[in-house]
């Protein structure tokens, strides 16, 4: 009997400690300041998860897509994988003897990215293929975890992958811990962003879509192994990001987010579904914390995707007055 | 006091009886007969979730990929898709008069399947080519909804999605409740499997690996559609596995399920990581209560993919003997 009102007792406290728990209200998004652009993000986080309500989405339905390059990380002043491409070619260099005559190679290698972008898009062609292909799947993941676990950002001197967005970080949180299937639709290469997507955005292998090169299964001394080659397999970007959602996740999200034209497609796809939709931009307006650019960047422009939102009453993230700190750990 | 002691009668009533039903051990194959087969099954996954063990593996990593036609529902006497296919001609014919006289169409609409699949693949490009592009991929998927919810298996006049093996089903449910996640990797269309898999199998749209024609994103009176194109994007057989595998989801799998030389590749990737791997070929033994197959099928042909299962002591289900029952509420 003694035990018994004591089981009780037990019971009482711990209901009542529960109790309070949850009566308290822990901010999900701490780094995100009070005002129209996070009360618009939880205004359909809460409507698309009131069960019963009109707008209420199951939670299999319940996919978000997130653009990478400037979205959930810092892309100046080049992009991440440019820095890693230009990297390799260092590394590769010794192997490489005609490089020293041979361009975009010969430029690089004096430390002259500008004259080694002279061709545009064929020049950074010619890097990728150059430094992402002609080893196998395994060995290329290991070349990027090493790689990721040692660079540095030119400006600031920290990791890569503390140039992440700690409002982002919050938000991915927020909407997983909502039901929310998150997943990175990117332009960069896919095989880039998976070994470390995971431990930095909480977002598994397979939630990563990205651009890709082809790749070829063989045996090697017995053994299976994936061969990357130096042809472009797909270019996940503006028109191609909705073809990679519908190809890789096979639904159409009910949230994205984006920070560039390269996005709008994929915004515009999103919303264009029945039912609650959600989709926000991140504008870069912060020059202190972070960088200052829009319409007339050559990374990460945001020109027609700014006015379509402003159009369409998409939510609109002003960095320097939304974002209470910009990179985790920062104090601002 | 009264409340309470009755809530503590209550409480102790529940756990006694919590207790019980944990105790009791139920089978979560029981379609599969006792013996090596089965055992084997259950030995992988108690050891690979077994906290601790020296071949534990973390749940993010118990990937698990099952093809689909032969290994998850039957394939006789023809590909289920391809008597899809068919029944789209006739459905189509009334708006494509000249198919009268064009084969592979002329034979198809006199229901001379044999003649019509006299230039092999290329008639069934042509076909699929005819049948499955041309529209928006919203629009096919209201066809293949509407199709398998009426169209009947030839032989036994019951619906397609009750042509699946129900150990198999148990197996996919003992899997996912082991923490794995469960994938369909087949050579079969993609967008012919998303509709009905998640209802049928449990596996969702995501999670659902095939072959694939290229889409095209457009905006059509002002809202986005993605159309479907006649041009292949991706053949996933063969060689191709392994190459799907590792674009759609990025990580090696650890478990393997097939049933014919078109699933061998896929088998070898799995079974060539490092750690504990399973690899499982169905072999279709069973003429009375389903097909009876192997070396010189033309559908599922399964000769090379058997010497080498032999070979590597991998399991191989003698569907007669190790299957109490083969499909869902049969009697056997």
Do not use: C
């Amino acid at each position: 009997m003694k035990q018994m009102l004591l089981t009780v007792f037990t019971l009482v406290v711990v209901l009542i400690f529960s109790g309070l728990a949850t009566a308290q209200t822990v901010d999900p998004l701490p780094s995100w300041r009070e005002g129209k652009v996070k009360q618009s993000i939880v205004e359909f986080v809460s409507k698309v998860t009131k069960e019963g309500a009109p707008e209420f989405v199951p939670p299999t339905e319940r996919i978000a897509v997130f653009d990478n390059d400037g979205t959930l990380w810092a892309e100046r002043p080049m992009y991440v994988q440019l820095a890693f491409a230009l990297d390799r070619v260092k590394a590769l260099a010794p192997r490489h003897p005609e490089w020293k005559d041979k361009e975009p190679f010969a430029s690089l290698l004096k430390d002259n990215v500008k004259g080694a972008m002279a061709d545009g898009m064929k020049s950074v062609v010619e890097i990728i293929m150059a430094t992402h292909a002609g080893m196998s799947t395994l060995e290329f993941e290991t070349i990027v975890k090493d790689w990721i676990a040692t660079a540095r950002h030119p400006a600031t001197k920290r990791p890569y992958t503390e140039m992440v967005y700690q409002p982002m970080l919050e938000l991915l949180d927020y909407l997983r811990a909502n039901g929310f299937k998150t997943f990175i639709v990117s332009g960069g290469g896919i095989e880039f962003m998976r070994p470390w997507s995971e431990k930095v955005y909480g977002v598994p292998p397979e939630q990563v879509i990205g651009s890709s090169i082809k790749v070829k299964y063989e045996m090697s001394e017995g053994s299976p192994v994936l061969v990357r080659l130096p042809e472009l397999d797909f270019y996940n970007d503006k028109e191609g990001k909705p073809v990679g959602i519908h190809q890789q996740i096979g639904r159409r999200p009910i949230a994205a987010f984006g920070n560039s034209d390269g996005d709008l497609q994929m915004l515009q796809w999103t919303t264009g579904g029945q039912g609650s939709r959600f989709a926000l931009y991140v504008h870069h307006t912060d020059a202190e914390r972070e960088w200052a650019y829009d319409r007339d960047s050559s990374i990460g422009r945001l020109d027609k995707g700014l006015d379509e939102a402003l159009e369409k009453g998409w939510t609109v993230v002003d960095m320097k007055q939304d974002w209470k700190r910009v990179y985790p750990l920062a104090k601002n």
